[in-house]
């Protein structure tokens, strides 16, 4: 890759808990991975960025001053949308050939498309000459996801795209933005990441739909306290205007209560050293996501089944959007091997799918090589 200037790359993440929570202003558990996108870049003295793949035969060529036009490529969007919300935001796109590398699978909900977001941006603004506020790349990059590709997400992929760091997991106040560290200790357990293998897209998916409806259930609660975002609900307050809500909307604040609560007792688990713990929230964050929240189905639910039936495994959730891709799983080191035998051939017999096993590591967010 000699002849390009740059390399930057930016990660795919887990989410160790606090799942749906990050529109609702709550604090999240996420941690970035080694599976990434990585942007090999050059400027060209056009005006325009060309694209191309090191997976894919497609080339696209996106004309800076039309940035907008592009929402329905099948490849290149991401990046025509990560340009133009950095573009409008006043800083100048420099023509350049961009190769991307993407190591996260798609629609795995490892977060592939904010990685690619996020790197682009920063690729776009190191050839720049810029001096990279990863905050703020990251908002961008949400910008984009939610103005341009039609999902109205939360800030959690995008920050931990940009902002992880190595062994660490972070523990992100989607209010606030403040971002504390912590070490991912776990002592003799492991962290599994499975792929269910059932392709989601959240632009499919009922994501959107449960963003409004938590929205819905603020505006009614709101109406009888003064909060600003869900995760301000109390545990006593939500019992005290439980009736106020109805249906599903009263499952979906059942879950959002309850899943901050467990975020809590997550991060003072680690802290302590206490993994066991940690597993069982794992396994109720599941349960709730499963029965309150409404975004697993057949195969997620499955694949949690066949790790949780494992005494190697004190806690297997679906981690990201829902409706599909990846699983987390605290799995006993000396035990990993049987534990994916088992696990793979039990989903394959309950549902017909090939569970998928990435081994990959908590990594930093956004990485610039000089070439
Ligand atoms: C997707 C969204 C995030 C977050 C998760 C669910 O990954 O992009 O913002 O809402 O789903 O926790």
Same mark, same amino acid.
């Given at each position: ?5 740059y390399k930057v790359s930016a ?31 050059r400027p060209n003295g056009t ?147 499975? #792929? ?77 050293? #206490? ?7 794992? #396994? ?88």
């Amino acid at each position: 890759m000699k002849e390009y200037e740059y390399k930057v790359s930016a990660a795919g993440r887990i989410n160790v808990i606090g799942e749906h929570i990050d529109y609702c202003g709550g604090k999240v558990m996420p941690a970035a991975l080694s599976l990434k996108n990585t942007v090999y870049i050059r400027p060209n003295g056009t005006n325009k960025i060309n694209i191309s793949w090191t997976t894919l035969p497609d080339k696209v060529t996106l004309d800076i001053d039309k940035l907008d036009s592009y929402r329905n490529l099948k490849y290149g969007n991401y990046q025509a949308g990560a340009a133009l919300m950095w573009q409008r935001a006043g800083h100048k796109i420099i023509g350049c050939d961009m190769l991307h590398d993407c190591t996260v699978p798609f629609g795995s909900g490892l977060s592939s498309s904010a990685a690619i977001e996020v790197s682009t941006i920063a690729a776009l603004a190191t050839i720049a000459g810029e001096t990279l506020d990863k905050v703020d790349i990251a908002l961008k990059a949400q910008q984009a996801e939610r103005e341009y590709t039609g999902v109205n997400c939360g800030i959690m992929d995008q920050y931990a795209s940009a902002c992880g760091k190595k062994d660490s997991v972070m523990l992100l106040d989607c209010n606030t933005l403040e971002c504390e560290y912590l070490p991912l200790r776990l002592g003799d357990y492991s962290l599994v990441i499975t #792929n269910c293998n059932k392709p989601h897209s959240l632009i499919e998916s009922k994501y959107n739909e449960r963003r409004e409806e938590t929205e819905r259930a603020l505006k009614l609660l709101q109406q009888h306290i003064d909060i600003k975002c869900l995760a301000e609900l109390s545990n006593a307050d939500y019992k005290k205007y439980a009736t106020v809500l109805t249906g599903v909307l009263s499952k979906r604040i059942e879950h959002i209560v309850s899943e901050c609560e467990r975020v809590r007792m997550a991060m003072q688990a680690l802290k302590a050293g #206490n993994i066991e713990i940690l597993g069982g929230l794992l #396994n109720k964050s599941h349960a709730s996501l499963r029965d309150n929240c409404e975004v697993t189905g057949r195969e997620p639910d499955a694949l949690v089944q066949a790790a949780q039936a494992q005494s190697c495994c004190i806690g297997s959730r679906l981690i990201g959007g829902g409706f599909g891709g990846c699983t987390i799983s605290l799995v006993k080191t000396k035990y990993i091997d049987e534990f994916k035998e088992f696990t793979f051939n039990s989903y394959l017999k309950a549902t017909g799918f090939k569970a998928e096993f990435y081994d990959s590591e908590i990594s930093d967010g956004i990485v610039i090589t000089k070439l």
